[in-house]
C-alpha cells in the first residue's frame, strides 16, 4: 500500500461550468462557482485558491497564481445521463449508467398513486413537487384531521412522504415507506423514498431530526465495496451511507450540516484510517436550489475556513480530492440541478499537474483505489500518476 489514507470530500452541488449538452437539459449558461463570483463580485476562498481552484476556472478573488504544490487540479464531466445526487455519487464509485433515474415534474402517475393507497391504507395528499417545509404548512391541517399522508417530489428523482409524529410514529412511516422503496421498481425506480416526520401545531409545523432515506441499491460493485473487500475501511460522512444503501462503508456518519461535516472530516485525518468519502449538502440543499447567493457564499466561506486546518492535519503520504457531483447554480432561473463540469482539486503527490478535463467522475474511484494499492477493472482512469511522477502508479 503506497499511502494510509485518501480524503474525498464532495461540495454538493459546486459545479465549475455548463457540460457540452447543457442545453438539452436547460442549462445553457449555468456555471454555480463562475456565476457566483459575478454576482458577489469577488469570492475571498484562499485555501481553495492553494489548492488550484483558480486554474480550473476564472473566478475573481480566486488567483491562480495561489497553486501550492504538492497537488493537482481539473475538472470532470459527468459521463451519466442525469444530473442528480447518487447518479453523480454512483458515477465516482465507478457505475455509469445507462438511462437517468425517474423524476416528476407532474406529480406521480395513477398507478403508483394507487400503489401508495393500498400500502397506507388512504389515499395521498399532495402528489406534485413542492418544498417540504412549505407542504407541511399548506397540507398539515388536512393531514392531522384525515389521517391521510403527504406526498411530494422534487427536482430529484425522490419519492417523499411526510407524516405528523402524532399521526403516524416514525417507525411506522419507516416502515411504510420501506416498502414503497420495494415497491417501486421497474420505470418508478426512482433514487430515493424518504420519510419526513414532522411535528408541531397549525402554523408551526417542523421537519424533526428523525427522517430515514431508502435509496435505490447500487446495481453492481462499487469501489467502495472493493475497498472493504480488500481490507480498507470506509468511512461516509454526511448521507454518503444512505447513497449506497450502506453497501461498502465501514463506519458511517451521520450529519446534519456542513459544520458537522467539516469537524467529522477533522477528526479522520486526526484519527482515520482507509478511505473518507464525505458529501457537504448544505450548497446544494439550503442554497442552491433556494437561489440564495449570499448563502451559498458563506457556505464557501465556512468550507474554506475548515479547509485550512484539514490541509494542515494531512500526514505523509495522505491524499486529498475535493469535488462536486453536479452543479446547483443559485444565480439561475429556477431551482434544480445544473449540467456542469465539477472541479477536481488535489493535494498530495510530489509535484503539480494539470489533471485537465477527465471524461468521467469514475476517474476519482479509480484514483482512491491507485492510491489504496487495491485493483480496479471498472470504469475510469485514475491520476495518480500525474501526481506521483511517470510510471509511479
Known amino acids: ?21 447543457a442545453a438539452s437539459y436547460g442549462d445553457s449558461g449555468a456555471n454555480t462557482l463562475g456565476n457566483l463570483a459575478l454576482r458577489v463580485g469577488s469570492l475571498d476562498l484562499p485555501n481553495l485558491a492553494a489548492m488550484g481552484l483558480g486554474r480550473v476556472l476564472s473566478l475573481p478573488g480566486v488567483s491562480p497564481e495561489a497553486f501550492r504544490s504538492p497537488g493537482g487540479w481539473g475538472r ?11 447518479t453523480g455519487h454512483w458515477e465516482m464509485m465507478g457505475i455509469i449508467l445507462e438511462r437517468p433515474f425517474p423524476t416528476y415534474p407532474q406529480g406521480f402517475p395513477l398507478e403508483v398513486m394507487e400503489t401508495f393507497a393500498r400500502t397506507a391504507g388512504k389515499p395521498a395528499l399532495g402528489n406534485k413537487v413542492a418544498s417540504g417545509t412549505e407542504i407541511i404548512q399548506e397540507l ?32 411506522a412511516l419507516w416502515g411504510l415507506c420501506r416498502a414503497m ?17 414532522f411535528t408541531g401545531t397549525s402554523g408551526n409545523y417542523r421537519r424533526t431530526v428523525r427522517r430515514k432515506d431508502f435509496p435505490a441499491a447500487p446495481p453492481h460493485e462499487t469501489v467502495l465495496d472493493r475497498l472493504v473487500d480488500s481490507g480498507i475501511a470506509v468511512t461516509g460522512i454526511g448521507k454518503i451511507g444512505d447513497l449506497f444503501a450502506m453497501r461498502g462503508i465501514s463506519r458511517s456518519v451521520p450529519t446534519r450540516s456542513n459544520l458537522e461535516g467539516i469537524r467529522a472530516l477533522e477528526d479522520f485525518a486526526q484519527n482515520g484510517l482507509g478511505f473518507c468519502f464525505a458529501n457537504l449538502i ?20 465556512e468550507f474554506d475556513q475548515g479547509l485550512e486546518r484539514l490541509l494542515k492535519a494531512l500526514r505523509p503520504g495522505d491524499y486529498l480530492a475535493v469535488t462536486a457531483d ?15 463540469y465539477v472541479p477536481i482539486l488535489a493535494r498530495g ?45
Not at 79 to 84: F, H, I
Not at 282 to 301: K, P, Q, S, T
Open 1 to 21: 500500500m503506497k499511502v494510509r489514507r485518501v480524503i474525498m470530500v464532495v461540495l454538493d452541488s459546486a459545479g465549475v461550468g455548463e457540460m457540452p449538452d
Open 76 to 86: 470532470c464531466a459527468v459521463a451519466s445521463p442525469g444530473k442528480d445526487t447518487i
Open 140 to 171: 398539515g391541517d388536512l393531514h392531522v384531521l384525515t389521517g391521510r399522508l403527504i406526498v411530494y417530489t422534487s427536482a430529484d428523482s425522490v419519492f417523499q412522504v411526510a407524516a405528523h409524529e402524532s399521526v403516524l410514529p416514525p417507525e
Open 181 to 197: 422503496r420495494d415497491a417501486l421498481t421497474g420505470p418508478h425506480a426512482v433514487g430515493r423514498v424518504i420519510a419526513r416526520p
Open 282 to 301: 448544505d450548497f446544494d440543499m439550503l442554497y442552491g436550489h433556494r437561489n440564495d447567493v449570499e448563502g451559498y457564499w458563506g457556505a464557501l466561506r
Open 326 to 340: 453536479h452543479g446547483c447554480d443559485p444565480t439561475f432561473p429556477g431551482t434544480d440541478h445544473t449540467r456542469e
Open 349 to 393: 503527490g510530489k509535484r503539480e499537474a494539470d489533471l485537465g478535463t477527465r471524461a468521467t467522475l469514475a476517474d476519482l474511484g479509480a484514483f482512491a483505489c491507485q492510491a489504496l494499492g487495491v485493483p480496479w477493472e471498472g470504469p475510469g482512469q485514475g491520476f495518480l500518476g500525474d501526481l506521483e511522477g511517470e510510471g509511479d502508479t
